[in-house]
């Protein structure tokens, strides 16, 4: 430390010992007296990932954490977020998430939301969908439209986004083993139409190692997978200037039971094997790290949540510029959509989903999210419904347009409790990335189930603590209500939309060009096994000629094989 930073260090450390010279005289004096007349509630206190928790917070607790840390909007290590004037200039994008049933189906939902003032689309697909199968297929009976939208073919993508301009609306795309398939029906549509590809914004999630984590939707191997992943990013990278061909993703290991800080850090870990896979190529880090983005969940700990998304950012901009020489300051900026958490609505009283999802959706705010989706009161039961859905848009509007909280940028930056948890949330994610590194490196943490343990191990310890009430679930372990029955409007799915969807791609598949259909699929089990090759513009030709998804996945199984996980017990 030079003089000068010496210096200025002299006022901080004489006030972090005056705070805790009074701390000590409040402890023995009038705290002591009222705890003699009025004990607390409990012996000791947790955070929602199980950190203790103290009393209260002063300047001797965060007297190892500089201002330079904490720094300020748009300046590394960006801890107070990525952009100098975040809501100031433009208000995060409001992205509610729909897919049901048919294409068409989904685009009215589609044209109701943005009618109501949403500002991006994010598409939820059926299951076969997001396992690469096509509707036809036996493994997908009863489950075509069911969980989200199924898309097929290229014409499916068209319909979907039917009179929705994709050079003005931002859209995200939830899925993964397959991700690279609808990303090539994306740009099929885009050139069909005539549009800039570079004026393309969006994302596919595309983050296939979150999949071995916690979300067990995969086709292919890991290896093959990850080639995929890097074929996808470096494609866009020279193609798509806005477009984010990545969204790597904790959410799902939040919901599959892991702790707040488990989330960041094995998102972390991905998004460092990512980056290594395609660094490896010869690109430079500063051509594609820019257009990476992330996609984090909103617990319940309104205080430990806003300190989890700002470590997240301080230790992603310091990973990129120490560990991988990024220059470009775009390259350290840790861009995330955020959704509010899906597992903590409840059946029970089913309206005060409501209250959960408002007090999230303000914690995702105040930790400056890019993007932010507000579950459905009714998400507990089934698909949301158009009234469940504009109630949580309107949930979103309210803290933009009402609290006042989009004036002032990290209002909560320099809170004694925030910044202690911001620090010591950054402290174990660099523990935990140590320790998969010790372990041999992220890929191999999934081979021997490190990450799964892991996630059960705090997800058991959840569950216990929820079953013995000490934590408390409002209708279900505190305050219920068994006399209650509240009744409440829940979407339902149209019967005859499996039958018409199935219908429509016989009919596309009997009439379609079938030279053009073996040529192209042999084209892409070539590239396939030619590892140095990129497959994306094979798999976009094979799009234009009307292969379909299952297909194209039955083409390369051929090639890469079908992964079977080993079973963590």
């Given amino acids: 430390m030079d003089d000068t930073a010496a210096e200025a260090a002299k006022p901080a450390a004489d006030e972090a010992s005056r705070a805790e010279a009074r701390v000590r005289d409040w402890e023995d004096n009038e705290l002591a007296k009222f705890l003699a007349k009025r004990p607390e509630t409990k012996p000791q206190y947790f955070s929602g990932s199980g950190a203790p928790v103290q009393r209260v917070y002063t300047p001797a607790d965060i007297a190892d954490v500089p201002f330079e840390e904490i720094g300020l909007p748009g300046q590394y290590p960006f801890t107070r977020g990525p952009y100098p004037t975040m809501y100031r200039g433009r208000t995060w994008t409001m992205r509610q998430i729909a897919g049901f049933g048919t294409p068409a189906e989904t685009n009215q939902r589609f044209q109701y939301l943005i009618a109501q003032g949403q500002t991006g689309l994010s598409v939820d697909f059926d299951m076969p969908t997001l396992m690469g199968y096509d509707s036809d297929d036996a493994m997908s009976l009863g489950e075509v439209g069911r969980e989200g939208v199924a898309v097929d073919v290229l014409e499916d993508m068209d319909k979907l986004f039917e009179g929705i301009n994709l050079e003005e609306i931002s859209v995200s795309m939830t899925i993964n083993p397959s991700a690279f398939i609808l990303l090539a029906m994306y740009i099929a549509v885009a050139r069909r139409r005539g549009y800039d590809l570079n004026k393309l914004s969006g994302t596919i999630q595309n983050d296939i190692l979150k999949e071995y984590i916690a979300q067990k939707e995969w086709i292919f191997p890991p290896e093959p997978s990850m080639r995929i992943v890097r074929d996808t990013i ?34 972390i870990a991905a998004a460092r094997e990512y980056v290594r896979t395609v660094v490896a190529t010869g690109m430079d880090v500063d051509t594609f790290a820019p257009r990476l983005s992330f996609f984090f969940v909103c617990q319940a700990d309104f205080f430990e949540e806003i300190a989890k ?37 409840t059946k029970p009283q089913p309206y005060i989903n409501i209250v959960r999802t408002a007090i999230q959706a303000l914690a995702a705010v105040l930790g400056g999210t890019q993007s932010l989706h507000t579950n459905g009161l009714d998400e507990a039961y089934t698909i949301p419904s158009e009234f469940a859905m504009k109630l949580a848009l309107r949930t979103q509007q309210i803290i933009a347009e009402e609290t006042n909280v989009t004036q002032v940028i990290d209002p909560l930056g320099g809170s004694y409790y925030v910044e202690r948890l911001t620090a010591d949330m950054e402290t174990g994610i660099r523990r935990y990335l140590d320790t998969i590194d010790e372990l041999g490196g992220t890929l191999a943490c999934i081979e021997s189930n490190y990450f799964q343990k892991e996630i059960a191990d705090f997800a058991y310890e959840f569950a216990q603590r929820k079953a013995s009430g000490d934590r408390t679930v409002i209708g279900v372990n505190k305050f219920v209500d068994a006399a209650e029955e509240q009744q409440i409007e829940v979407h339902r799915l149209d019967p005859d939309s499996e039958r018409r969807k199935i219908a429509r791609l016989k009919e596309v598949k009997e009439s379609r060009d079938q030279a053009a259909v073996a040529t192209t699929l042999a084209e892409l089990r070539r590239v396939a096994s030619r590892p140095d090759e990129n497959i994306m513009p094979a798999t976009i030709a094979a799009v234009e000629a009307n292969v379909s998804m299952g297909e194209i996945v039955k083409a390369l199984e051929t090639v890469f094989g079908r992964y079977t996980e080993r079973p963590v017990f």
């Avoid at 494609?235 to 939040?254: C, D, F, Q, V």
């Avoid at 488990?262 to 998102?267: D, M, P, S, V």
């Avoid at 990973?319 to 470009?328: D, I, L, P, T």
């Fill in 309 to 345: 998304f700002r470590a997240a950012r301080r230790y992603y901009a310091r990973m990129m510029k120490e560990e991988f020489g990024a220059s470009n300051p775009d390259s350290m900026r840790m861009r995330f959509h955020t959704q509010t958490a899906a597992a903590t609505l």
């Fill in 234 to 267: 470096t494609y866009t990278a020279t193609r798509m200037a806005r477009y984010n061909p990545i969204n790597i993703s904790g959410y799902h290991t939040s919901e599959a039971g892991a702790s707040a800080l488990q989330e960041i850090a094995f998102t």
